[in-house]
């Protein structure tokens, strides 16, 4: 199994410029979440989707966009990237009230 | 008042020891709580869920949750080196499997040999 996969794993962006952030779960799982990692602040909630068909936002989500494809897929968007976006990116999916699992991450550096 | 709160560390115990960390949470019907560990460069992984009040073990890991004072503990005996790494505490608010998973700022371990 190969579980919650992301891609890419490292993206240098300039500013303005845009990028899709895709992942992936094979575990049938309804909820899947979005978050971002920077230095001393955990792990911050960007959007999520608790079901196909429906997404929220989280705690930080100016700036992003996201579409829940279909069950397995829920991409993360950036129209215009700007440097407070340099960050590490998760995705992660549950099922139910259970534990999330979470991908390998993706650094995202924009300069 | 953050949702999850935990103190960032570090929290420094020598090799054997028993490492205690802490997590208090804003939403007192909050009804999930999960410790997951990451180390430099890698993604959270999980070491121990708990839904009611108690403990639960789990090898050297005992998860403490008190809904009455909103916290919940991780303790971690005979810590190893390997333990060394940021452990996250995680939250569900109310609503369950349809609301989100908060997450606390982490509390860097640092065993030393």
């Known amino acids: 199994n190969a579980g919650v996969t992301q891609t890419p794993k490292f993206q240098v962006l300039k500013t303005g410029q845009s990028m899709t952030l895709q992942c992936a779960q094979d575990?049938?799982?309804?909820?899947m979440y979005w978050y971002r990692q920077d230095p001393g602040m955990g792990l911050r909630l960007i959007y999520y989707s608790a079901s196909e068909g429906t997404t929220d936002k989280g705690e930080v989500p100016n700036g992003y966009n996201v579409s829940r494809l279909n069950k397995r897929e829920f991409s993360l968007r950036l129209e215009s990237a700007a440097p407070s976006q340099t960050s590490v990116y998760f995705c992660a999916s549950t099922r139910g009230n259970t534990e999330a699992f979470f991908g390998q991450g993706t650094r995202l550096t924009v300069v | 008042q953050k949702e999850v709160e935990q103190n960032s560390g570090p929290l420094s115990v020598p090799e054997g020891a028993i490492a205690s960390l802490n997590c208090t949470y804003s939403?007192?019907?909050?009804?999930?709580f999960f410790w997951y560990r990451q180390y430099s460069g890698k993604s959270p992984e999980l070491i121990m869920s708990i839904y009611s009040n108690g403990d639960k073990e789990d090898g050297r890991f005992t998860a403490q949750l008190n809904k009455a004072s909103q916290y919940v503990s991780l303790i971690i005996r005979d810590s190893q080196p390997s333990d060394s790494a940021t452990y996250l505490c995680?939250?569900?608010?109310?609503?369950?499997?349809?609301?989100?998973?908060?997450f606390g700022t982490g509390t860097l371990l640092a065993v030393q040999p």
């Open positions: 939403d007192r019907v909050s009804q999930s």
């Open positions: 995680a939250v569900r608010p109310p609503g369950g499997a349809t609301n989100k998973l908060i």
């Open positions: 575990m049938n799982h309804n909820s």
